[in-house]
């Protein structure tokens, strides 16, 4: 089975400054996806960014990025230029894609994010 | 482009209780996923719905079931309630071999007393 650890429960940063948050997974799986959600106090789930475990290039979504390393089965995320509407919890989900399986998400356990004015 | 939607948005119910959760997939998409959140945690995977057949099922008893109906909205429901089933419970959809991305609804806050 797989599993997902995020091994940092809560952390904080400026406004303005980056901040990275890391999860570790482990699987026997070559076809994965790798997610980030954001969850902001209003509950909704919120997708971040993508990585597709094929792909050796890094994602990136405007001021949002990943450090993906396969062999270490690490994928943290990068937040840029924090705003304060960054402020929430963030998930890492990985999704195992072998034809004919359910495409499940499998979740950390999140790590609260404080984006400090 | 309509997003995924869920009702009631807050439910409270006894134990031994029982509760149908529901669903309202994206424009497009022809999968729903349900997941539970406890307090302070991740989501757990319950089930998948997909052409409304269960595709894939978490670690949750038989008193967890579900539907998926020809429009592709979906409903949740738990039978005799226990206190443990407090949570809030998302439901995700996507389009089934597309591009595997899952977008949540908002979600369902259950209590049970």
């Known amino acids: 089975a797989q599993t997902v650890t995020q091994s940092q429960p809560e952390m904080s940063v400026q406004e303005a400054e980056t901040v990275t948050l890391s999860c570790t997974y482990d699987?026997?799986?070559?076809?994965?996806?790798l997610f980030w959600y954001k969850q902001p106090p209003s509950r909704q789930m919120i997708l971040v960014i993508r990585?597709?475990?094929?792909?050796?290039q890094n994602a990136t979504e405007n001021r949002f990025s990943v450090n993906f390393q396969k062999a270490a089965k690490s994928f943290s995320l990068k937040i840029s230029d924090s705003q304060l509407g960054d402020t929430a919890m963030y998930f890492c989900?990985?999704?195992?894609?072998?034809?004919?399986?359910?495409?499940?998400?499998?979740f950390g356990k999140g790590t609260k994010l404080t984006v400090n004015p | 482009e309509t997003g995924v939607t869920q009702s009631p948005t807050h439910l409270i119910k006894t134990r031994g209780q029982q509760v149908t959760l529901r669903c309202s997939s994206q424009?497009?998409?022809?999968?729903v996923s349900w997941y539970q959140q406890a307090l302070g945690q991740g989501p757990q995977f319950i089930f998948q719905?997909?052409?409304?057949?269960?595709?894939g099922r978490g670690n949750f008893p038989p008193r967890f079931s579900g539907l998926q109906f020809p429009n592709y909205s979906s409903e949740l429901n738990v039978n005799a309630l226990e206190l443990d089933d407090s949570a809030l419970y998302l439901c995700?959809?996507?389009?089934?071999?597309?591009?595997?991305?899952?977008?949540f609804g908002p979600g369902t806050r259950l209590t049970v007393t």
């Open positions: 995700a959809s996507s389009f089934r071999t597309g591009n595997y991305e899952q977008y």
């Open positions: 699987t026997s799986e070559n076809n994965y996806y």
């Open positions: 990585q597709e475990a094929y792909k050796q």
């Open positions: 989900a990985f999704q195992d894609i072998t034809q004919g399986g359910s495409e499940k998400l499998v």
């Open positions: 424009s497009g998409h022809n999968t």
């Open positions: 719905y997909y052409r409304e057949e269960e595709n």
